[in-house]
């Protein structure tokens, strides 16, 4: 079955850097786009970033383009978010996706602490 594990994830200090990984079992991930998300208690799940089959195409929102990097190695079955100059707005829970279905990891816990 499909399956999308979220790691990376935990505590830092504002500044600080972090890299999520998502490892995906039971589909072609070489095949598929895929996204990261991020949401925060009381908030509607917002995307983050998206990347295309075979890295055509990449794609971070606006609000951290300039901090937030997405990337892929199909043979790890792997899309990665990384993520520099934390602020404690970044604060969330973080989910990747394989996009236009319903399969989503568990997501991850980021905290950013001032």
């Known amino acids: 079955q499909v399956q999308l594990v979220e790691s990376g994830g935990g505590s830092v200090q504002s500044g600080g850097s972090l890299r999520l990984s998502c490892t995906a079992s039971?589909?072609?991930?070489?095949?598929?786009?895929m996204r990261w998300y991020r949401q925060v208690p009381g908030k509607e799940r917002e995307v983050i970033a998206t990347?295309?089959?075979?890295?055509?195409?990449?794609n971070v929102e606006e609000t951290v383009m300039d901090r937030f990097g997405i990337s892929r190695d199909d043979n790890k079955n792997t899309v990665y978010l990384q993520m520099n100059r934390l602020k404690p707005e970044d604060t969330a829970r973080y989910y990747c996706r394989r996009s236009e279905s319903d399969f989503w990891g568990q997501g991850i816990q980021v905290t950013v602490v001032s």
């Open positions: 990347i295309s089959v075979g890295d055509h195409f990449r």
């Open positions: 039971g589909f072609k991930f070489a095949n598929y786009e």
